[in-house]
């Protein structure tokens, strides 16, 4: 690897080189990934709980650009189990969405790359590890088991294409074997409907720039939905629309999860969302999970600083503030990653070890896990012994 200049800036030459480097990996595992006629039990697995619709196991997900490696998921396990809804929360650039095109394999190629650990999708009868299945057998996958609802509908949309044909080429490119052209006509007007589109026959004739952004919004859930899939990822499918519009979309989410018994990963910065919608909570910070818990215990006992601080800066209704609390400074570099806790700059809760490596997961309860040095055995029977509750 190219070495940096102690100014930060690399030279025209050291970039060439990063990505002369780049260029090696990313087309090593380009070839791997794009073999035809791969066999199944390459990426066969088995899923570690058959209750779980998927599994994260150290993830590793990098993008190779020019300035260096950005290792956006680094290391991050797990679950999400089926029928219930996992809030995936963090600040902008934690890696959240990353993530969730990690399990799509939408990843912007060739410079981004799953480096390491496996995405267990659960099928039903098998098992299935995302990080290998060839490119081929993914299309398959995408919309029958794992769908995405994603962060700007607009440009998810294709402008210059009409509604209906847009839902069409989903049901199409997916299960219709069989149909006729008017099943599938009406299988577009029963989406429309079931996302609670008034007028579903007038606006599958409509091209994206003639809707809301709330019915656009819709039209998205519908195509993600179009083949009841296992699997829902929605990144931030709300953020763009008023309150309103945004409580009515949740509960939409909510009934038809229900309704074809799928899983949800919900992405979000927004805590009030995960509150309504989630049943476990996971805290991004910096490409890693810093704490995982249930809903419950996470609101109830937020445990590492950095959810405490999210925590914190939230507003509540009926508690007037002179101003909302923001954790102070900023992320580390992502290419440049500190040895030692990422949160430590930020931290204003620091205690004994924290100097140390990146701090272990711990346990707090079998589900509530934190990556923190206060947690540690000694630090918490100091702390107890001081009178303190941890
Ligand atoms: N195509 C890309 N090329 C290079 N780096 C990328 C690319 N996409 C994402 N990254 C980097 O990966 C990191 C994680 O990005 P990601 O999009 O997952 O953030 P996020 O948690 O979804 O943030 P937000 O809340 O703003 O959507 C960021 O540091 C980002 O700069
Ligand atoms: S390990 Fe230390 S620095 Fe890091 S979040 Fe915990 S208390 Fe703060
Ligand atoms: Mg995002």
């Known amino acids: 690897m190219a070495k940096k200049h102690n100014d930060g800036y690399l030279s ?5 080189q990063i990505a ?45 650009t020019d300035a260096g490696v950005v290792r956006s998921v680094d290391g991050v396990s797990f679950e999400v189990p089926i029928g219930k809804t996992v809030g995936v929360v ?4 934690c890696g959240k969405s990353v993530t969730s095109l990690s399990l799509m394999q939408l990843l912007q ?18 098992a299935y590890d995302v990080a290998k299945v060839p490119a081929a057998k993914m299309q398959e996958l995408r919309g029958n088991y794992v769908s995405m609802i994603f962060q700007e509908p607009m440009t998810a949309l294709n402008p210059v294409f009409r509604i209906g044909d847009q839902i069409k080429e989903v049901l199409v490119l997916h299960n219709t074997e069989g149909r006729t052209e008017a099943e599938i006509e009406k299988r577009i007007i029963d989406l429309l409907e079931m996302v609670g589109i008034a007028n579903a026959k ?14 656009r919004q819709r039209v998205m859930i519908a195509m993600a939905l179009a083949c009841s899939p296992r699997i829902i990822i929605a990144d931030e499918p709300t953020t763009a629309l008023d309150v309103t519009i945004q409580a009515q979309i949740l509960d939409l989410l909510r009934q038809l999860k229900d309704r074809i018994n799928s ?11 995960i509150a309504e919608m989630a ?9 890693r999970i810093v704490e995982k818990g249930t809903a419950e215990e996470i609101f109830a006992h937020p445990a590492h600083p950095y959810t405490i601080g999210l925590m914190a800066s939230k507003p509540v209704v009926g508690k007037k503030v002179e101003k909302l609390y923001s954790i102070p400074g900023k992320v580390p570099n992502p290419i440049n990653m500190p040895h030692y806790c990422y949160f430590r700059d930020r931290c204003e809760m620091q205690c004994e070890g924290c100097a140390g490596d990146y701090p272990g997961e711990i346990s707090l309860s079998p589900t509530h896990k934190v990556s923190c040095y206060r947690y540690t055995e000694e630090n918490r029977k100091e702390a107890q012994e001081h009178g303190a509750e941890l």
Do not use: W
């Open 12 to 16: 025209a030459k050291e970039s060439r």
């Open 20 to 64: 002369r480097e780049n260029r090696r990996v990313t087309d090593r595992l380009e070839k791997q990934r794009k073999r035809k006629n791969v066999p199944e039990s390459e990426y066969l697995t088995q899923m570690r709980d058959p209750g779980n619709a998927v599994e994260f196991e150290n993830l590793h997900t990098c993008f190779f």
């Open 90 to 93: 963090g600040e902008s650039g």
């Open 109 to 126: 190629r060739p410079q981004g790359q799953i480096v390491e650990g496996e995405i267990r999708l659960n099928l039903g009868d098998k």
């Open 202 to 215: 007038g606006v599958a004739q409509m091209y994206p720039h003639e809707l809301s952004g709330g019915m």
């Open 263 to 273: 899983s949800i990963m919900f992405i979000t910065h927004d805590l009030g969302v």
């Open 279 to 287: 049943d476990y909570v996971v805290v991004m910070y910096a490409g």
